[in-house]
């Protein structure tokens, strides 16, 4: 199993990081989780076409992770020989979310349909979309994934995924504080792969800006560094992953990063610039 953080940003637009977005790659099917922006772009990088990709899971229905959606349903449909809809599993919303997003594509799909008999040949743009609960179970291939509560209030529902090939497992929680929820997705996991801010930068940040109370509302809904941590530590994971740097990780920081969670988890942290993987 391997997993890649194809991209490592946030909501703030960075020259560096792309949205977030994790590839988990094992028993030859190639899973996405979440699509933010320029997802397509790392994915090519990583060595990965849209259309070898099997599924893409979707945490919850912010913008910054889903932004890229469209671009991998109409890059993979474009580009493939034969029509394979892309499989989107999601929280309840995810289908009205594609349904509008295919409504916003219709004048593409018309206009590639009137240019190319082959693809029109191949049949409407279609997205095989499922929407989980937490306690749901799934297989993609020979992975076996189940689903699990998180919580990042307001946003309802917001889910993670608990994925298991070949006696390996990584747990990937998007945007949540700790809880019980994220706590079972990650017991004994080999790797924890977790969307984070630094509390401290973050605080110091919205005190400096004029208007910063929409930064300091952000403090309340994800995990810090040191929360992300202290999870991987209650639940026995191996390997603590850390992405979806809040502000974005500048170069030279990792250590300082690293460090605030290494004071309460003793496995290995693994943080660094998109494309960062690990192998299990
Ligand atoms: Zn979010
Ligand atoms: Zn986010």
New binding site residues.
């Given amino acids: 199993m391997k997993i890649t953080l194809l991209g490592t940003g ?2 703030i637009p960075d020259p560096m990081r792309a949205g ?1 977005c994790t590839l988990v790659q094992a028993g030859g099917e190639n899973v996405m989780v979440d699509c ?1 922006r320029g997802a397509l772009m790392r994915l090519m990088a990583a060595g990965v076409f849209p259309g070898m990709v099997s599924t893409c899971l979707v945490t ?1 229905l ?1 913008s ?2 889903i932004t890229d959606l469209n671009d991998l349903v109409t890059s993979r449909w474009v580009m493939m020989p034969v029509n394979v809809p892309l499989r989107v599993i999601g929280p309840p919303g995810i289908r009205a979310v594609v349904d509008a997003m295919l409504q916003m594509l219709s004048p593409d799909q018309q206009y590639r349909h009137d240019h190319h008999d082959d693809l029109r040949a191949n049949g409407p743009l279609t997205v095989n979309v499922e929407e989980v609960q937490p306690g749901d179970s799934f297989s993609i291939g020979a992975v076996s994934g189940t689903v699990h509560e998180t919580d990042h209030r307001p946003v309802r529902p917001s889910i993670g995924f608990r994925l298991e090939h070949d006696g390996k497992v990584v747990a990937l929680a ?2 949540t504080v700790p809880c019980a929820g994220v706590d079972e997705m990650c017991r004994n996991a080999d790797a924890y792969v977790q ?1 984070v801010i630094r509390h401290d930068l973050v605080s110091a940040l919205a005190d400096a800006l004029p208007n910063g109370g929409r930064m300091r509302d952000i403090l309340d809904y ?1 995990s810090s560094v040191e929360q992300a941590a202290q999870t991987a530590a209650r639940a026995g994971v191996k390997n603590l992953v850390l992405t ?1 740097y ?1 502000p974005p990780m500048a170069p030279g920081q990792e250590d300082d990063w690293k460090a605030q969670a290494t004071a309460h988890f003793s496995g290995p942290v693994i943080l660094g610039p998109d494309l960062t993987s690990l192998e299990l």
Wanted: proline letters at 14%; glycine letters at 14%.
């Fill in positions: 946030s909501p977030p933010g919850h912010h910054d992770h998007g945007d969307t994800h979806h809040v």
